[in-house]
């Protein structure tokens, strides 16, 4: 079992920047994935970006909409993962959800808010 726990989510008006963080109960193997997914209200669940390592380069997956915005990045020795998030716009308010697979599962975070006030 793998217990993810984020932080750095807030209130902060459009054009700002935020940092979430999250790290993991375990060791998560670097070619694994660890990432961030997004639920705003009254919507699914969508994917924001994703990271994963083989031969020692990570390589990162953002959806569209984040794309020049937004920066994954990871520490292994930490088991910790960061999502910084520059010019944010209104459209990004919405509960952060920290993600990691591992070979036997995939586990989520309890998830933190970001709201963007216009």
């Known amino acids: 079992q793998v217990q993810l726990v984020e932080s750095g989510g807030g209130l902060v008006q459009a054009g700002g920047s935020l940092r979430l963080s999250c790290t993991a109960s375990?060791?998560?193997?670097?070619?694994?994935?660890m990432g961030w997914y997004r639920q705003a209200p009254g919507k699914q669940r969508e994917l924001v970006a994703l990271?994963?390592?083989?031969?020692?380069?990570?390589?990162?997956d953002y959806a569209e909409s984040v794309k020049g915005r937004f920066t994954i990045s990871r520490v292994n020795a930490k088991n910790t993962v960061y999502l910084q998030m520059n010019s944010l716009k209104a459209e990004d308010t919405a509960v952060y959800y920290c993600y990691c697979d591992t070979v036997l599962s995939e586990y989520w975070g309890q998830g933190t808010h970001v709201t963007v006030s216009s």
């Open positions: 990271i994963t390592g083989s031969g020692g380069t990570n390589y990162a």
């Open positions: 375990k060791s998560i193997p670097s070619n694994n994935y």
